[in-house]
């Protein structure tokens, strides 16, 4: 079998032709690819910037893989702030003796995502480190996107509802269950996927969005906690509305988790003006990403900066950061 | 002993304050941290985009440590791409385990560099990993430059000078004697510095600079290939006049390298007109990092793409890429 070797990345030969052979064909870079930097055109003088390390393991899982996930994670970070993704720098640190299969086909799953999300792959790196010191291959993305929409936080006020584009918690749970750490069989699946293009759609056919969010590690509780502080708001969500896959909140049970803190790949939280609730939701119900999207609460003030969850039972009970509970290497 | 736990890197509560205790302390980030993306001015419709990790082993060494390494060599990839560097994005995988004083000086490091530079640091991410899945900390970097000189590439010509701008080797060697690799102890250091201010000078100097380069891994002579083959030129390089500093030539013997191919990272290759190469020298003797700057060759032909050298006794050989000489874990 064809492995990677150390000289792979020590920027001679064999990282030459790697990067003809294997990255060059696969994203069909158009910058001239030996270059220390790409020079690339940007129609705007806003941009928006963000960046993630992918260690999942494992690389390969029910709904996706590190290669889908490294882009789809990086599409929703420049989605969610208004922006239309353009560019993306990817990364690889790959262990010596990593099979060039696997390496080859994440590499296509990184081209396939980018293309169907429009973006072209402009820079890259590679490094090999030895056998041992890294596990099997993480990758970094930078995306770089044009802002077309403005936040609209500013607008935030009493009553506005809570969205979120579908289920919770699939992603951590398919990868405990990948992982073999759950104890039983599931058939839950990663909801990993790309949403530019349901944000865009919702962004166009509706002025009611005020802020959007990617809720991924940490899971949808820690992103709203954020969101709550940062705009001194309080939200309470109605534990009933929450959409969870009864697979999902079964496993969930037995695990001792809250479906709230597991993490999502493919899912977007929006709030959004009373009036416009209910265009926005069938908006996204449009996507098949979005189809099982559901009002999940309300901003109920805009002072105190908490988040809330009304129980089943009718009490509130205040809702803090991720904390304690460890499922590491799950993006 | 504070150390880093898997729970840093959960995306919840510790994630949150590992955030604002350590990177936004030493960073001074002003666009808001938590957001999914950072939202920048773009003062230019014409960027460069670099991108890499470093997984330089050990983590400090004698000239510089990863995190100075970092923003140096985005620095040195914007600069000699005709940029000026103005953002960077840093993402951090770091093993569960890892003492947080070490990754406080790291940290530190960047933000000296980075202020030094102008720089601002946008966006970040931190991953941590299972004890044993990574070799203490890798970074990534993505710089974002705007582009102030236009690439003169197509005006390079038979006669042109190939300068460098110090000694070659340094940073390659000062690596493997901090690894104890070399069987005996120098007093090697690395080369690593950001050369935007230098670069700049030059470019504003004069007019007669048709390419750059920055000669890392792979060294001076890869670099050179690259750019012999890129552009069809030939370049034959005067053995004599390379500058080797006599430790990293006296550890070249010993070991069996050849100081063009080992890693250099605070230099940067010059394609220079005839006319401007004296006035280029000047420019680049200014600097400390440039003060031993030498003309080492000249384009001879502009048609058969090889890089040869004349040795001391006269006659020319090829030089190829950097094959099977394993340093690895050097940037």
């Given at each position: 079998?064809?492995?990677?070797?150390?000289?792979?990345?020590?920027g001679?030969?064999?990282?030459?032709?790697?990067?003809?052979e294997l990255f060059?064909?696969?994203?069909?870079?158009?910058a001239?690819?030996m270059l220390d930097?790409?020079?690339?055109?940007?129609?705007?003088n806003?941009?928006?910037?963000?960046?993630d390390?992918?260690v999942?393991?494992?690389?390969f899982?029910?709904?996706?893989?590190?290669?889908k996930l490294a882009?789809?994670?990086?599409?929703?970070d420049?989605?969610?702030?208004?922006?239309?993704p353009?560019?993306?720098?990817?990364?690889f640190?790959?262990?010596?003796?990593?099979p060039?299969a696997?390496l080859?086909?994440i590499?296509?799953s990184i081209a396939?995502e980018?293309?169907k999300?429009?973006?072209?792959?402009?820079?890259?790196?590679?490094?090999v480190?030895?056998?041992?010191?890294?596990d099997?291959?993480f990758?970094?993305t930078?995306?770089?996107?044009?802002?077309r929409?403005?936040?609209?936080?500013a607008?935030?006020q009493?009553?506005?509802?809570?969205?979120?584009?579908?289920?919770?918690g699939?992603?951590?749970?398919?990868?405990?269950?990948?992982?073999?750490?759950?104890?039983?069989t599931?058939?839950?699946?990663s909801?990993?996927?790309?949403?530019?293009?349901m944000?865009e759609?919702?962004?166009?056919?509706t002025g009611g969005?005020?802020?959007?969010?990617?809720?991924?590690r940490?899971?949808?509780?820690?992103?709203?906690?954020?969101?709550?502080?940062?705009?001194?708001?309080?939200?309470?969500?109605?534990e009933e509305?929450?959409?969870?896959h009864?697979?999902?909140?079964?496993?969930?049970?037995l695990?001792?988790f809250?479906p709230m803190?597991?993490?999502n790949e493919?899912?977007?939280?929006l709030?959004v003006?009373?009036?416009?609730?209910?265009q926005?939701?069938?908006l996204?119900?449009?996507h098949?990403e979005?189809a099982?999207?559901?009002?999940i609460?309300r901003i109920?003030?805009?002072?105190?900066g908490?988040?809330?969850?009304?129980?089943v039972?009718?009490?509130?009970?205040?809702?803090?950061?991720?904390?304690?509970?460890?499922?590491?290497?799950i993006?």
């Amino acid at each position: 079998m064809k492995r990677i070797s150390l000289a792979h990345g020590d920027g001679g030969e064999l990282t030459h032709t790697l990067i003809q052979e294997l990255f060059l064909s696969a994203f069909q870079t158009t910058a001239s690819p030996m270059l220390d930097a790409a020079i690339v055109s940007m129609p705007a003088n806003e941009i928006a910037v963000t960046t993630d390390s992918f260690v999942v393991q494992p690389l390969f899982f029910p709904g996706g893989d590190i290669g889908k996930l490294a882009v789809a994670g990086t599409v929703n970070d420049l989605a969610v702030s208004g922006a239309v993704p353009l560019y993306m720098t990817c990364g690889f640190i790959i262990e010596e003796g990593f099979p060039y299969a696997d390496l080859q086909r994440i590499v296509n799953s990184i081209a396939a995502e980018a293309a169907k999300n429009g973006i072209s792959i402009v820079a890259g790196d590679t490094k090999v480190v030895e056998r041992g010191s890294c596990d099997g291959v993480f990758i970094n993305t930078t995306g770089i996107g044009v802002v077309r929409h403005k936040s609209k936080a500013a607008y935030l006020q009493e009553g506005d509802a809570v969205i979120v584009s579908g289920s919770i918690g699939d992603h951590g749970i398919a990868i405990l269950a990948a992982r073999n750490e759950l104890g039983f069989t599931t058939e839950v699946e990663s909801d990993c996927a790309s949403l530019s293009a349901m944000i865009e759609d919702v962004q166009h056919g509706t002025g009611g969005v005020r802020i959007m969010r990617d809720p991924t590690r940490g899971g949808l509780a820690t992103s709203l906690v954020e969101i709550c502080e940062d705009f001194g708001i309080t939200i309470i969500l109605e534990e009933e509305d929450l959409p969870v896959h009864p697979a999902v909140a079964g496993a969930c049970d037995l695990l001792g988790f809250d479906p709230m803190y597991v993490a999502n790949e493919g899912k977007v939280i929006l709030i959004v003006s009373a009036a416009e609730a209910e265009q926005t939701l069938s908006l996204l119900r449009q996507h098949p990403e979005g189809a099982e999207a559901a009002i999940i609460g309300r901003i109920t003030d805009t002072q105190s900066g908490e988040l809330r969850v009304r129980t089943v039972f009718g009490a509130t009970r205040k809702l803090r950061r991720l904390h304690g509970m460890q499922l590491p290497r799950i993006c």
